[in-house]
């Protein structure tokens, strides 16, 4: 079992930059694929980034990618989610997720998720 717990979020003028941070239990986190996905009001969840355990792999979304980067310290049981260039459209709850499966952009694929940390861009 793992247990995921978001922090970092908050609000934030258009252009400005936030890192998210996702706090994890349970002693396999080295070997987990780590990600995030973000669902906005009225919006289908949707997947932003992915990083395999050994962090040679990384899948970013089209509309974040250039922006923002997703890095892992496995010594700390943490996942980071660097956001760049912030725009209203960034706008939503941002979930940490985490598998003992490959790295993949889909929803279905992660088998734990974190509560939520609200990202609100004001332009």
């Known amino acids: 079992q793992v247990q995921l717990v978001e922090s970092g979020g908050g609000l934030v003028q258009a252009g400005g930059s936030l890192r998210l941070s996702c706090a994890a239990s349970?002693?396999?986190?080295?070997?987990?694929?780590m990600g995030w996905f973000r669902q906005a009001p009225g919006r289908e969840r949707e997947f932003v980034a992915a990083i395999s355990w050994n962090r040679i792999t990384k899948y970013y979304a089209d509309s974040v990618t250039g922006r923002f980067t997703i890095s892992r310290d496995n010594a700390k049981s943490t996942v980071y989610l660097q956001m760049n260039g912030l725009n209203a459209d960034d706008t939503a709850v941002y979930y940490c997720v985490a598998s003992n499966q490959g790295v993949t952009r889909t929803a279905r694929g992660y088998d734990y998720w974190g509560q939520g940390t609200q990202v609100t861009v004001s332009s």
């Open positions: 349970g002693r396999t986190f080295s070997t987990y694929t």
